[in-house]
């Protein structure tokens, strides 16, 4: 078991960002929390925006067991519209500093060792008028854990969010390539090839392939069965992404 209990008054946190929408980030996100409370570690996990259905909040609502929904999703409209184009046609502001508060929150309570925010699309997708993604993980100190899908394309695709995400002080801790359903040619070298291609960053450790969870990979109900199918790849991006940032903030 691993916990850091009070030993730190902010816990570590990891923003989880697509290099577009669609590419997986709900399913990482809920599979990756699961695993690490089977491992001990006391996991927040929150979604903050989420439109056009409840899909993704049942979900990792049922990672954790939370019966509350407003304690995983800060922002909901049943449109699918993000919050920065809902602000935009109806002239209201979402209240993007109070979300940023409550976030924060979530890193100072004692019964959160770690904290999953799923961000919106891509990095710098934006929020709401005044934040993207990027800023709020410039906000909340997060490190950036990075998903796309594995296949022709995406090479460009995560190193220019890599740029981005270094252009704006972010601190990028994983690259997560998921894997398709029929993987084109591209699929058995993309992961070398980015990770060649990669800067020289510090606290950066590794690119990881993610299997194929079939198209029921977001049902609740095959949670545990899907964490036990991927639990090799989990079991080496907790030790080497999670574990790693948790002895990081202990030693300081």
Same mark, same amino acid.
């Not at 490190?143 to 990075?146: G, L, Q």
């Not at 079991?235 to 574990?243: E, L, P, Q, R, Y």
């Given at each position: ?8 008054q902010n =816990? *570590? ?11 997986g %980030? ?19 996990? /929150? ?10 909040i049942?979900?990792?609502?049922? /990672? ?19 919050? $920065? $184009?809902?602000?935009?046609? *109806? &002239?209201?502001?979402?209240? #993007? ?5 409550? !976030? ?15 961000? /919106?699309g891509?990095?710098? $997708?934006?929020?709401?008028? =005044?934040?993207?993604?990027? #800023?709020?993980?410039?906000? !909340? &100190?997060s490190?950036?854990?990075?998903i796309?899908?594995? =296949? ?8 220019? *969010?890599? @740029?981005?995400?270094? #252009?704006?002080?972010?601190? /990028?801790? #994983?690259?997560?390539l998921? &894997?398709?359903? @029929? ?11 980015i990770?060649?291609?990669? +800067? ?8 990881? @392939? ?5 198209? @029921?990979?977001?049902? +609740? %109900? ?8 991927t639990?090799?790849?989990? &079991? %080496? ?16």
């Open positions: 078991m691993i916990s850091i209990g009070d030993s730190s =816990r *570590t946190s990891f923003l989880v960002v697509g290099t577009d929408t669609g590419v %980030k709900t399913v990482f996100t809920g599979l990756l929390a699961k695993y690490m409370i089977t491992r001990g570690l006391l996991t927040c996990l /929150v979604k903050p925006f989420c439109s056009g259905g409840k899909r993704d049942y979900f990792l609502q049922s /990672v954790n067991e939370e019966s509350d929904q407003n304690k995983i999703n800060y922002w909901y409209c049943d449109k699918p519209i993000s919050p $920065a $184009a809902w602000e935009l046609r *109806t &002239g209201k502001l979402i209240d #993007s500093d109070n979300m940023i508060i409550r !976030l924060t929150r979530e890193t100072e309570r004692k019964d959160c060792d770690i904290l999953l925010v799923e961000g /919106v891509g990095l710098l $997708a934006p929020i709401t008028l =005044r934040h993207t993604v990027a #800023s709020l993980g410039q906000e !909340l &100190g490190s950036i854990i990075i796309a899908q594995n =296949r022709v394309g995406v090479i460009n695709h995560v190193l220019l *969010t890599v @740029e981005a995400a270094l #252009s704006r002080g972010l601190s /990028v801790s #994983s690259i997560i998921m &894997g398709q359903e @029929e993987p084109d040619s591209s699929a058995d070298d993309n992961a070398e090839l990770r060649i291609h990669m +800067p020289n960053i510090s606290n950066f450790k590794g690119v990881y @392939e993610f299997p194929w969870l079939e198209e @029921e990979a977001d049902n +609740p %109900k095959l949670i545990s069965t899907n964490v036990e199918k639990k090799e790849v989990l &079991g %080496k991006i907790f030790d080497n992404v999670i574990s790693s940032s948790l002895v990081k903030d202990l030693n300081h």
